[in-house]
């Protein structure tokens, strides 16, 4: 065993302990020790894992929450029936000021996010990375610096073959041939003046279609890319499934450990891990600063009503930052033109999923179009989108949006939808602890809407999508109504 001896050194340390006090009673587990513990399986964390632990130098543990992904997630069209599944998505319910709650959805099974996502493979835009690079003071994020990162992941296989993207990584990139109304997607950017551009090469004002991280048809998410083929066969890396982050340990000011909860054949119990070099934390955008709050580092009146010994007050949990969409109908007179799931999946259908890898199954909801456009309301800015645009061609999405059955529409017509998204939204939320409860649900308000340069981009959005959807009528002809809520 090549790491006995540090193995050795706790066991000294406990009996050593035991022999003074004699009060706490032997412990059943010999604490184990990795180089790196990774708290969260998700989509950085399964990437961590691979890149660590592939010199074979050092050992890696990889605490995830949930289970191994349900093998049907590898069929696109059958990633929305498990967006109500808490087995693998878990659902925040965040109260609204008018009385609504929102729903908030995270992946929670190895991969994360990446395994229940609809796959779109969207590199930011320069101008986020710069604007890292320019609060940091460290040129190493600006986009050209990065390149070959973004590079070194892909497996690039799409239509736009270029020096953006490289061809050996773990995630393959690659476009459907079976995309519903992405032609007149296309096409009707283009009548506006719109280039049609490759979306990650790097990425500008324009209409594209959107890249998938699929591959033959199937998903491709960063368990499947990353970590899936070497799992279980490297001795130097560990996964524990249903591993519940509770607490970094820390020796003075260093994290050297991670208590968790654990549950092996349905019995809890609790657990404790330590690491040589570092405690890396990949839990999301949420349970990771619920889990430094937990462990000590927070603000001040977080750690002081929910009685925890604070390591450092820092504004852990502000600023927090979630692009919002809104919605946007617009009915087509041609319904068999759209993804409708209960005529598109069939046994002919899945017959030929089964054989090419395309089709209405290798399609997550009919999503296909994009646009990356630019409201006046950024002024100056104007070759940086903060409106991206996501055109479903389909009326609904199962677990996420039913069919708007209110629109008025004949039979042969059908409603699909726009998503207008904001870009780079000004508003600032926070995400705390329940200090009654620290271990329940962390406390979430993204404060949408709460900076009106926000709706005011978004305004000038739906407004921008009004007059696309005029233009794209008039263009391809079938497109008779458009609704703006
Ligand atoms: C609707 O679209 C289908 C498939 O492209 C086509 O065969 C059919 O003629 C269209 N119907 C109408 C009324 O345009
Ligand atoms: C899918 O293909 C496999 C072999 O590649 C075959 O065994 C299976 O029966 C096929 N399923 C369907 C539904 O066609
Ligand atoms: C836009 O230009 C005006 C006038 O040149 C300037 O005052 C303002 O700071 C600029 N805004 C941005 C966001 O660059
Ligand atoms: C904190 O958690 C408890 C137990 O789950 C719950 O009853 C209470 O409503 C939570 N507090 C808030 C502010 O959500």
Redesign the pocket.
């Known amino acids: 065993m090549k790491y006995s001896s540090k193995i050795y050194v706790v066991l000294i340390i406990s009996a050593f302990q035991l022999h003074l006090t004699t009060a706490p009673p032997p412990q059943k587990k010999v604490p184990e020790t990795f180089d790196f513990v990774i708290v969260g399986g998700g989509t950085a964390g399964c990437a961590l894992a691979r890149r660590l632990s592939d010199s074979g130098e050092h050992s890696v543990l990889v605490l995830e929450a949930g289970i191994l992904p349900h093998l049907d997630l590898d069929v696109p069209a059958l990633v929305p029936n498990f967006l109500s599944n808490d087995k693998y998505v878990r659902t925040y319910s965040i109260p609204q000021e008018d009385g609504r709650i929102m729903e908030y959805k995270v992946g929670r099974t190895l991969g994360g996010g990446s395994s229940v996502s609809a796959m779109i493979f969207n590199r930011g835009h320069p101008n986020d990375y710069n604007t890292w690079a320019e609060i940091t003071g460290d040129r190493s994020w600006r986009y050209e610096n990065l390149l070959k990162y973004f590079k070194r992941t892909e497996n690039y296989d799409g239509i736009y073959p270029s020096n953006q993207h490289g061809r050996d990584g773990p995630i393959t990139v690659t476009s459907s041939k079976y995309v519903p109304l992405l032609d007149e997607w296309l096409g009707a950017g283009q009548f506006l003046g719109y280039p049609v551009a490759d979306p990650n090469g790097p990425q500008t004002i324009s209409f594209c279609p959107v890249e998938y991280a699929k591959r033959l048809g199937r998903h491709v998410s960063s368990y499947t890319g990353y970590l899936k083929p070497v799992l279980g066969l490297r001795p130097n890396l560990k996964v524990v499934l249903e591993a519940e982050a509770r607490k970094i340990i820390f020796r003075r000011n260093q994290a050297v450990g991670v208590q968790f909860r654990s549950n092996t054949d349905g019995i809890p119990s609790d657990n404790v891990v330590y690491a040589r070099k570092e405690v890396i934390l990949s839990a999301g955008a949420i349970e990771t600063p619920a889990l430094l709050m937990k462990s000590g580092i927070g603000p001040k009146h977080v750690l002081e009503a929910a009685r925890i010994r604070p390591i450092k007050y820092l504004n852990v949990g502000q600023n927090l930052q979630d692009h919002i969409a809104t919605p946007l109908d617009i009915v087509i007179n041609n319904r068999s033109l759209a993804f409708i799931e209960e005529n598109n999946l069939n046994?002919q259908t899945?017959?030929d999923y089964?054989?090419t890898g395309d089709g209405p199954y290798a399609s997550y909801g009919g999503i296909g179009g994009q646009a990356f456009i630019s409201t006046t309301s950024q002024g100056n800015q104007t070759n940086i989108p903060n409106i991206q645009l996501f055109h479903l061609g389909s009326p609904k999405i199962a677990g996420l949006f039913e069919e708007k059955l209110e629109i008025h529409k004949a039979e042969w017509e059908v409603n699909t939808m726009i998503f207008a998204e904001l870009t780079n939204p000004s508003s600032r939320g926070s995400v705390t602890l329940n200090v009654t409860h620290v271990n329940s649900s962390p406390l979430i308000d993204f404060q949408y809407f709460t900076n009106p340069a926000d709706l005011e981009i978004m305004i000038d959005g739906n407004l921008k999508h009004e007059i696309f959807t005029k233009i794209y009528k008039f263009k391809v002809g079938f497109i008779f109504e458009s609704l703006i809520y």
Do not use: M
């Open positions: 046994p899945w017959k089964n054989e």
